[in-house]
């Protein structure tokens, strides 16, 4: 209950800047503005924020034209079902013509088999040298038309290949980008939910341990309102490039949402991912944070953490959920801090819960 508390908080407060931003503009109140701040809020769509603020910049204000186009270039769900159907056409096309050009060249081959038959038949009935002669070089001349349109085939075979395997970089390159946060390059929550449903199903079936690891960036929102959301997005970036010097090998890293972020570690007991949790704590504080346009010093950057490991019969929300109320315990017991579920804090966090 306390981190669903925690969870409520947060996006109350990325409500209020979408709804002050909303006010101080001028805009309409409605759905498509309201989805365009939120998001800018919470600084998750690093392009978003660049196209608004250079606009703001330039102009001083947004025109519905621009809300629309901003909604467009970088909110609207439909623009990657948009260039994954695109890439489908054009693999099925390239398709359609592969099976035109065989259907056409198997022709050529029926004929070319029958134009064998009937010159052989000629042949057996040959009886002059100039009978001979022509019907030997009517044969040689066929031969080569079937070898010319072989080679056709061929070539139009790899360079078909070629595209075909062109597109599916490009397709692989969206099934990436649909899964990583933009903003810190780590995977994004739809990333993770997949990751440890299958890390928590390999760990059950192989009796190895698995553990989870939720951080959240303390005082995030007061350094946001007092910095601006342009540092905002330096420190989660921050985080995410710690996280991702700290974490090697099969451990999956996420940007859970907002200023939270998950790392599963299969093959990973309690005691060792505690280890792991406390090394991206002391890494991430001993960064001093500059502000980029001015150089000014903003202090450090500290994380809280929870860690959970799996038990028989946990599925991924009881996972979650323990490492959730490890992470609530440790910002409730004064915040850069590691708690695991094995903690006396954490067993207070669970007693006033059930309480």
């Known amino acids: 209950m306390a981190a669903l508390q925690d969870d409520h908080d947060r996006t109350m407060a990325y409500a209020e800047v979408a709804l002050s931003q909303i006010k101080n503009l001028r805009h309409g109140a409605v759905p498509r503005n309201y989805e365009i701040w939120y998001v800018y809020a919470t600084g998750y769509n690093p392009e978003l924020n660049k196209a608004i603020n ?11 034209a621009d809300l629309d186009q901003l909604h467009d270039s970088y909110l609207s769900h439909g623009r990657t079902t948009d260039r994954i159907d695109r890439i489908g056409a054009r693999v099925a096309s390239e398709i359609d013509d592969i099976m035109a050009l065989l259907a056409e060249t198997l022709g050529s081959t029926a004929s070319f088999g029958d134009d064998l038959r009937g010159e052989s038949q000629k042949l057996s009935l040959a009886t002059d040298h100039d009978q001979i002669k022509a019907i030997v070089e009517r044969l040689v001349a066929t031969t080569r038309d079937m070898q010319q349109a072989n080679s056709a085939l061929e070539e139009r075979l790899s360079t078909s290949k070629q595209e075909i395997a062109n597109l599916q970089v490009s397709l692989d390159a969206i099934r990436a980008e649909s899964l990583t946060d933009p903003l810190t390059g780590l995977g994004n929550r739809k990333h993770f939910d997949r990751a440890v449903h299958e890390a928590i199903r390999t760990a059950s079936t192989s009796q190895q341990p698995l553990s989870l690891l939720m951080m959240d960036i303390d005082h995030f929102k007061s350094f946001n309102d007092t910095y601006g959301h342009l540092t905002g997005d330096q420190v989660l970036r921050l985080v995410g490039l710690t996280l991702k010097q700290s974490i090697k090998g099969q451990d999956i890293t996420a940007r859970y949402g907002g200023e939270e972020f998950a790392v599963v570690l299969p093959n990973t007991p309690l005691r060792q991912a505690i280890i792991v949790a406390d090394n991206i704590r002391r890494l991430v504080m001993s960064k001093e944070l500059k502000k980029k346009s001015t150089g000014e010093i903003l202090g450090r950057v500290t994380l809280s953490a929870g860690v959970s490991t799996l038990k ?7 996972l979650i959920e323990r490492a959730d109320s490890c992470l609530y315990a440790a910002k409730r017991n004064g915040r850069n801090r590691v708690i ?9 966090v669970t007693q006033a819960a059930v309480a």
């Open 54 to 64: 250079d606009t703001l910049a330039e102009r001083g204000s947004l025109t519905d």
């Open 312 to 318: 028989p019969h946990d599925d991924a929300e009881a």
């Open 340 to 348: 695991c579920e094995s903690d006396p804090e954490f067993s207070c």
